[in-house]
């Protein structure tokens, strides 16, 4: 089996344990397992061949759940639909930032987000979700999930209600809580949700058969550098891996990670429902895992000048960025305590509506105008109409979407030029 043992997945010198950006470039591959090859190649292949039999009956009997794994018993390779080495070091890689003991990777955001939903959700079970999230969250949770039997019940994120609380006790009239699912920052407002809130409310669900809700924690706007869901109780982190993991606008693919109690279900799920990613964009995101961290950072900091320039802007009416919180903003202790940086996407909304915003939009020359975040180039886009657009006018006025906001994610290029092209757009306005 390609795979190296567990033994060469060295994460200590000595006892000196390794930081994730250096295990980015070798956790889980040898080289002497591949022809010598320094990376990891592309195993560009649909099925592998057994070495006997018996290794085969071995193998599938792990694969379906057929009886435990054995002490030190490594999984099989069976067929790409199933695991493959690329998307086996992969999730053992990103495992590592987010200090998760498991990990699946699939071929987009909203692959990740439905296979965990339809893997814990059952017919009668209530869903609670916070406001806003990505508008394909909105779509599966508000028209796909209510025709399997499945209810929600919505909460806001930052200063946005209804209330948590409020929204637990709605819930518990309508059925069992299976999950709590949280995107914080949301998507586009950057509102906040206490994680560690949130996971302390699951607890107290526990019911006198063991089981209690599950938290769910899209990750994707500040990314494992910058928040650590697991670290404050989430069950699930997910991710849509297209963002600031991939960074270079070029795959599409998402991940899921958490202990192996919670992750075996899901990779269960995986399996049947065929959302698994393909080997070149696994080796494709072990390239952008080695440069993760330089990008991020990076941006992080463009991202700061960029957010000053506007909110000094006479034409910019508000700026949601996270760096900007202050001392007596009900978020800046929840912020303090569960981020470790702003992050390099915001929102800001402009004096007027929509016409003034594509006024702004269209004259871009530098920024793209496109949607997603997290690439090397900046890009703006304009929830209410593209990103969020499936949501009534009504919720999206809710959730504090207006037709004046527009998201920009800020990229690599040097923050001077980003500015120079804001303002000769913002003269439109």
Same mark, same amino acid.
């Given at each position: 089996?390609?795979?190296? !043992? +567990? ?14 950006? $250096? ?6 591959? &040898? ?44 999984? #099989? ?8 080495? =690329? ?10 930032? *987010? ?44 028209? /796909? ?19 948590? &609380? ?17 995107? $914080?920052?949301?998507?586009? $407002?950057?509102?906040?949700? &206490?994680?560690?809130? @949130? ?18 924690? &899209?990750?994707?706007?500040?990314? !494992? ?17 297209? +963002? ?7 795959? /599409?693919?998402?991940?899921?990670? #958490? $202990? ?15 959302? /698994?990613?393909?080997?070149?964009? @696994? ?15 990076? %941006? ?6 960029? %957010? ?19 001392? #007596? =903003? !009900?978020?800046? *202790?929840?912020?303090?305590?569960? @981020? ?9 909304? /402009? ?40 949501? !009534? ?23 001077? *030029? ?12």
């Amino acid at each position: 089996m390609f795979q190296p !043992p +567990k033994k060469y997945r060295h994460r200590d010198i000595n006892g000196h344990l390794l930081k994730p950006e $250096t295990l980015m470039m070798s956790y889980g591959y &040898d080289p002497q397992f591949s022809e010598g090859s320094v990376k990891c190649p592309v195993f560009q292949t649909s099925t592998f061949a057994f070495k006997t039999a018996e290794d085969g009956k071995s193998f599938f009997e792990l694969a379906y759940g057929l009886r435990e794994q054995r002490p030190a018993e490594e999984p #099989g390779l069976i067929y790409s639909r199933v695991n493959n080495p =690329d998307l086996e070091i992969l999730e053992d890689r990103l495992g590592l930032w *987010d200090e998760a003991e498991s990990g699946l990777v699939f071929s987009s955001g909203m692959a990740a987000i439905s296979t965990t939903m339809f893997s814990v959700l059952r017919p009668g079970d209530v869903l609670l979700v916070s406001a806003p999230v990505y508008g394909g969250t909105e779509f599966l949770v508000e028209n /796909i999930l209510p025709q399997f039997g499945i209810q929600r019940v919505w909460f806001g994120s930052g200063n946005l209600g209804p209330p948590l &609380d409020d929204a637990v006790k709605l819930g518990q009239s309508l059925g069992r809580i299976g999950m709590i699912y949280l995107e $914080t920052p949301a998507n586009p $407002t950057n509102g906040l949700v &206490d994680i560690a809130r @949130c996971a302390e409310i699951a607890r107290s669900l526990t019911d006198a058969k063991g089981r209690r809700p599950l938290v769910a924690v &899209d990750n994707t706007f500040l990314g !494992p550098l910058w928040q650590r869901p697991l670290q404050h109780g989430a069950d699930f982190v997910v991710y849509s891996l297209t +963002k600031y993991v991939g960074g270079h606008s070029d795959l /599409i693919a998402g991940a899921c990670l #958490g $202990t192996e109690d919670v992750i075996a279900p899901v990779r269960g799920m995986r399996t049947i429902l065929g959302t /698994i990613s393909d080997p070149h964009t @696994c080796w494709l995101l072990m390239r952008s895992l080695e440069t993760m961290k330089l990008r991020m950072t990076s %941006a992080m900091k463009n991202a700061r000048y960029v %957010a000053e320039f506007l909110a000094d802007h006479p034409k910019v009416k508000t700026v949601r960025y996270l760096g900007f919180l202050a001392q #007596g =903003d !009900p978020e800046y *202790d929840l912020y303090q305590r569960q @981020c470790q940086s702003p992050g390099s996407t915001f929102s800001f909304e /402009i004096h007027g509506g929509e016409a003034e915003a594509f006024r702004l939009l269209n004259r871009l020359q530098v920024v793209k105008l496109a949607v997603s975040l997290g690439g090397t180039e900046s890009l703006m886009e304009h929830p209410a109409t593209m990103t969020h657009s499936d949501i !009534p006018p009504e919720r999206q006025a809710e959730m504090g979407i207006t037709p004046a906001m527009v998201r920009i994610s800020v990229g690599l290029e040097h923050p001077s *030029d980003v500015i120079a092209d804001l303002a000769q757009a913002l003269e439109a306005v």
